[in-house]
């Protein structure tokens, strides 16, 4: 079972330690979760959502806070250690070093980090933003607030660059590709209050115990009023089983509920065969509502003719579920009134993300349930604020309108060629066509495929300029060419004036201002730093860039820009918090050239997996090709680790790999047993077996870590990477030239070593 009573422990744990007091004023504080964009707070209440129902903080949220509240790394910690020794530090021990306090620079050639002062640091980035516009960008991350991400963008877009990298690029871009293709809208199509009044949801490739806590609540409330949950899976996680929570203190938290009424289990990558199988069984029963399209839809008679043209054995071999299955997933939609079609990075992160959610599409309209009360389309986002970056033009697929309503307040022309997204910013990098980074948050060195390659591309880049409030990898790994820069910023709920956050349905919340626990810090807000730094590049016309750190008039300009946000421009007299107008669909209209849905042809994914020869290992070598999944752990946000275990899943530590049975014991191995895994950019040794109920063919080790074995395959409309289907090789004769410890002597296709 997920959840439980070890989540009441560790409420009790944290809330009687000598922080205890602390944490409780930040979980009280009227701002936004930290956590994942399912969050709550604000200003209905820490504990309040958007529909003002209690008890909706979960140990994510709790995690995050208690890591935001560690003591500020000692003044003379940079003199003491060394670069060779942060190199070898992990996520966990980077995190637990503490707050950044003061700002440092790394400069090239040098051992060690070193403070330094507000007018260097000014004078750096100003002589580091003045090169040519195509060579500066941005990389960001969605803790940061609505303010900073459109002060971010404007800053940018104004010195001439589209480079507006984001962590979204490397999860959920295929989502907001898909939904503006189909419905003229990138975000969710389902509000909590309509989620509310579905009786059936289908949740494909999401690990929601772990990382969206909250949602487990909305599911136990779904089953307890007789409703369907049908999960999409080829790991069946524990947590979506069976679930305890304590917002269900007396039916759910000791006995747990039951979440999933059918679990199935693709084969990695195959979720577009699986649903257009459900496809063929509405077809074959009569039960599409051909009414529904032919009013509704566009292009509905083409999918529906492929649907028809595609035979079944074809779709069970690709996807390796059966006819039968099939039917039973069918059945169970059929009789529901109003589905919810979910998804998380376990449909986003493939090469064929882009038509499967095209097909999950496909099979909601084909079922009449968008546009209506309790149904629709529900992308389920990882960052806190990570939908609202994009909301602000934090992308590089800028809608019309809003480039339009910038160039009015800009009084000057954009430019309209792509700017770079993540991988394009790495590869760009790599062969020396970017100057200048400013990276507001996250950890693009870890988040990125092939770890030796990422650092190798950064370290093109003359300098690099870190925003951030604890260290991590990248800022150890990510160094530049000259100049490498990690400026402290606060927290969320430290922040000297108001902010807002936007979730992943649409909610803005707006978030008080606060104060910081560090004594004698030298911090600055992100929105400060931007600002300053944008008077410095642009004046004060036609933008009063000084005025904007008072934040209301930030989101004056928001309301001003962005559509949907109009109601921002009142936040600050109003206090009332909203849900964004134009994206939730209560009925069949939709914001397209027709006002019709743009239903997609799919084309079936072709998946294959090399030979073990292809990777190098003799015939006689124990060994299996798999298709491995990365994921994140059970305590852990992103790239950051708060702890090295998953109880979840059974798994002690970072260097495991989650395999069948069956896979283990016709290999001749058994639990617990020490491999080695290779791709097709690195190798990862002395990596210990843990069985798991993940199909065959398949397995799982964690991200970040197993970055490093893969090349970027790239879904190519949204530039997301295939961490989720890595073809490689687990055998258990050791190589020569390979060490007992996993980090140690990776090699790599080019036959490197980092």
């Not at 701002?31 to 399912?38: D, E, G, K, P, V």
Request: charged share 20%.
């Amino acid at each position: 079972m997920g959840g439980g009573m070890p989540l009441v422990r560790y409420w009790v744990d944290k809330m009687a330690s000598p922080k205890g007091v602390q944490i409780w004023k930040k979980l009280m504080h009227k701002s936004a979760c930290l956590s994942c964009a399912w969050g709550t707070g604000g200003q209905k209440g820490a504990f309040m959502n958007e529909l003002e129902e209690p008890l909706q903080r979960c140990v994510k949220s709790l995690e995050a806070i208690a890591s935001e509240l560690q003591p500020g790394v000692k003044p003379h910690f940079f003199e003491e250690y060394p670069l060779y020794h942060l190199q070898t530090l992990t996520s966990m021990e980077c995190d637990r070093l503490g707050r950044l306090s003061f700002p440092v620079i790394y400069r090239a050639g040098k051992s060690h980090f070193e403070p330094i002062s507000w007018d260097e640091i000014y004078q750096i980035a100003e002589t580091a933003f003045r090169q040519p516009p195509h060579r500066v960008a941005s990389y960001s991350s969605g803790r940061s607030s609505n303010e900073a991400a459109y002060l971010l963008q404007l800053m940018i877009r104004a010195l001439g660059s589209n480079n507006l990298a984001d962590c979204s690029d490397l999860c959920h871009a295929p989502s907001s590709v898909s939904l503006s293709t189909v419905f003229g809208t990138g975000t969710s199509l389902v509000s909590l209050e309509s989620l509310q009044q579905a009786d059936g949801i289908v949740l494909v490739g999401s690990n929601a115990p772990a990382n969206h806590p909250r949602l487990m609540n909305e599911l136990i409330k779904l089953n307890e009023r007789g409703g369907t949950v049908i999960v999409i899976n080829p790991l069946r996680e524990v947590g979506l089983m069976k679930f305890g929570s304590p917002a269900f203190p007396l039916s759910s938290l000791v006995q747990g509920s039951k979440i999933s009424s059918l679990f199935l289990q693709p084969i990695p990558g195959s979720d577009l065969a699986l649903f257009m199988g459900i496809q063929k069984v509405l077809l074959e029963r009569e039960w599409i509502q051909f009414d529904f399209l032919q009013s509704h839809t566009d292009n509905w008679q083409e999918v529906v003719e492929r649907v028809k043209a595609t035979d079944w054995a074809t779709l069970t071999n690709i996807c390796g579920i059966s006819k039968e299955e099939m039917e039973t997933a069918t059945e169970m939609i059929h009789q529901c009134d109003r589905v919810v079609f979910a998804w998380a990075m376990g449909v986003t992160q493939h090469t064929n993300s882009v038509d499967t959610i095209f097909s999950i599409a496909n099979t909601a309209l084909m079922t009449g349930n968008v546009g209506k009360l309790g149904a629709g389309l529900m992308p389920i986002r990882g960052h806190s604020n990570v939908q609202g970056f994009g909301s602000m033009g934090v992308t590089v697929r800028l809608k019309t309108e809003i480039r339009e309503a910038l160039e009015k307040l800009l009084e000057r022309s954009l430019k309209r060629e792509p700017g770079y997204d993540a991988r394009a910013l790495i590869e760009a990098a790599a062969v020396g066509q970017v100057d200048t980074l400013l990276c507001l948050g996250g950890n693009l060195y870890a988040a990125n495929p092939d770890l030796v390659q990422a650092k190798r591309a950064l370290s093109q880049i003359d300098t690099i300029i870190y925003l951030a409030t604890k260290p991590n990898l990248g800022h150890f790994h990510g160094l530049a060419a000259k100049n490498t820069l990690i400026i402290p910023v606060y927290a969320r709920f430290e922040n000297p004036h108001k902010t807002t956050t936007e979730s992943g349905n649409n909610f803005v919340r707006l978030n008080d201002e606060g104060r910081t626990h560090l004594k004698n810090a030298d911090l600055t807000s992100e929105v400060e730093f931007l600002t300053e730094l944008a008077h410095r590049l642009h004046g004060s016309s036609p933008v009063d860039w000084r005025r904007l750190q008072e934040t209301r008039y930030v989101r004056q300009l928001i309301a001003q820009t962005i559509p949907g946000y109009e109601k921002i421009g009142e936040i600050d007299q109003t206090q009332e918090e909203f849900t964004i107008s134009g994206r939730i669909f209560l009925e069949p209209k939709f914001p397209t050239r027709t006002g019709k849905a743009q239903m997609q042809v799919t084309p079936l994914p072709t998946l294959s997996l090399p030979t073990r020869q292809e990777f190098g290992i003799a015939h006689n070598t124990p060994s299996i090709v798999v298709a491995l999944m990365t994921g994140r752990s059970y305590s852990q946000h992103n790239t950051v680790v708060y702890k090295e275990g998953d109880r979840y899943r059974g798994v002690p530590h970072r260097y495991c790999i989650l395999m069948n049975l069956l896979d283990v014991q016709q290999r001749g191995w058994v639990e617990h047993q020490r491999v080695n895994v290779r791709g097709d950019a690195g190798q990862l040794n002395n990596i210990e077996i843990i069985i798991g109920d993940v199909r065959e063919g398949a397995a799982l080790m964690f991200y970040p870590e197993a970055n490093l074995l893969m090349k970027a395959s790239i879904e190519p409309r949204s530039g997301t990477p295939a961490y989720k289907r890595v073809p490689v090789v687990v055998f258990s004769e050791m190589s020569s030239g390979y060490s007992d410890d996993p980090l140690a002597s990776q090699e790599h296709s080019d036959g490197s070593s980092d």
